[in-house]
Each structure stands twice: as structure tokens, then as C-alpha cells.
């Protein structure tokens, strides 16, 4: 029974998330379906990440098993076949070792954030940024973003939802930078907790507006407390970019 890995984009506004709900359409049950529709098998699909309603991916990994060998070409060309009219693209496919698991042998996930930072509402990217109308300062937000990378516990900027079983993390990469009108917040690690990077990018936006100074922000992480957290950044501006295996 081959394996196959996918690499798929998709705009996750009209979606509930990543994983499949009852009465409303997730990119599982819309990958899910487009599966079926060519190849007849009902088949579960496991994710490198599970992005919330309105999260987008630019790089979400997926794999599945079928019955029968197809060419991965044919698979992709497939499913973006099927997969109209969502605003999701298969963009790359191939046949793996049965041991892949597009969760569970990732080594890194990283992820986007987007901040449109003026004055005027967005227009073209109305559902793809946070639209912050006052001025943010980018290069503070950035010193304050050096401060908790590392292993730490991150109940602070941890969903009081979220079903992990340790709230410690290690965050490897987390970066701020201004391109003219927007600012860009990156962020990287194996793993993330539930809402841990809009709850962070959340907690920046008061750095940048002088409301906290980067010690401030440090100082929410060691508090180790849901409540220290600034408000959480809204799902438009967040990016699963890419999964490293």
C-alpha cells in the first residue's frame, strides 16, 4: 500500500481549520473528499500541523496511504482537480516510505506572522493580516522576541484549550522585522501548544506600541500564568510556512 506525502497551500478563511468538523468545512474533509472523488477510497489524512479556523498554509504537509500505486504526478493533478472551487492548491506530491508520518516525523515547523502597520485599512489583503492602524516599533518588538527563545514553559501564551500534555516548549527561531508597511514576526520550533503564536505576536503588538518593555514581555513568560498574556493576535495573519523533515 504506497504513501504518499503532499504539500498543500490553501487561504483558510472560509475554513473551520485544518481538521475535520461536523457541520462545518475543514481542509481535511475538502482534501478528504477530493481523495475519494478520484481514486473511490475513503481514506484519513494526518497533517503536520493542525492551523485554526482562518489560519493559512503556504506549506502544510500531508500523508495518506491508498491501495493501489498511482503516478504522484496524476495524484496531483488529481486532486487539484477535485479540490475546485476551495482556495486550496496541492503543490507537490510524491510516493514515500510507509514509516513517513507527515505529523509525527517532523523536526521543524515554522510559521508567519503578518502585521499590516498603517494608517488605512487593508483592502487587497483584507483576510490575510492583522491591521494595526497606530505605529508599532519593529526593532523593540524584535529585542523583546530575543528574550524567550529556548526551552521554557509557555503557559503564558498557551491556549487554555490546548490538549498537550506539557506546556514546555523549545523555541528555536522568533524574529520581527519591518517591510514598509508591514511587519513580519517568524517563528520556529518542533512543536508550538495551542495558540502559542498569536498569543505571543498578541503580547508583541504591546511591546510595539510602548505599552511593555521587553522585560515586561519576558516577564509574562516566567509568570507561567494565561492571564499575563496580551490579547491574542486574530487568526488572518498567521502562516503555516513550511515543515522541515
Known amino acids: 500500500m504506497p504513501r504518499y506525502r ?4 490553501y487561504d483558510g478563511t472560509p475554513f473551520c481549520g485544518w481538521q475535520r468538523q461536523a457541520d462545518r468545512m475543514s481542509v481535511q474533509q475538502a482534501l478528504e473528499d477530493a481523495i475519494f472523488r478520484f481514486s473511490g477510497e475513503t481514506v484519513s489524512t494526518q497533517a503536520s ?6 489560519v493559512h498554509a503556504l506549506g502544510q ?17 488529481a486532486l487539484n ?24 516525523s517532523a523536526l521543524a515547523r515554522h510559521y ?25 516599533d519593529a526593532e523593540v518588538m524584535h529585542l523583546a522576541a530575543q528574550k524567550i527563545l529556548g526551552r521554557h514553559d509557555f ?12 506546556p514546555i ?3 528555536d527561531h522568533f524574529a520581527v522585522r519591518r517591510e514598509l508597511d508591514h511587519i513580519v514576526v517568524t517563528a520556529s520550533a518542533r512543536s508550538f501548544l495551542h ?6 505576536v498578541g503580547s508583541l503588538k504591546l511591546v510595539g506600541e510602548g505599552k511593555w518593555s521587553p522585560a515586561d514581555f519576558r516577564a509574562a513568560l516566567d509568570a507561567a500564568d494565561r492571564s499575563r498574556c496580551g490579547a491574542m493576535a486574530p487568526s488572518a495573519g498567521l502562516y503555516f510556512v513550511k515543515v522541515d523533515y
Open 195 to 200: 495558540h502559542q503564536v498569536r498569543s505571543m
Open 112 to 136: 508567519e506572522y503578518r502585521i499590516l502597520n498603517r494608517r488605512a485599512p487593508a483592502a487587497l489583503e483584507r483576510h490575510q493580516v492583522w491591521h494595526v492602524p497606530m505605529p508599532l
Open 6 to 9: 503532499i504539500t498543500i497551500e
Open 61 to 77: 504537509v500531508v500523508s495518506f496511504d491508498l491501495s493501489t500505486d498511482r503516478d504522484p504526478f496524476r495524484v496531483r493533478e
Open 81 to 104: 482537480y477535485h479540490l475546485r472551487p476551495h482556495p486550496a492548491a496541492v503543490i507537490d506530491c510524491e510516493v514515500v516510505s510507509e514509516t513517513f508520518e507527515a505529523r509525527f
Open 169 to 171: 516548549r523549545t523555541l
Open 155 to 166: 503557559t503564558t501564551f498557551r491556549s487554555s484549550e490546548c490538549q498537550a500534555n506539557s
Open 49 to 54: 500541523g493542525r492551523t485554526d479556523a482562518g
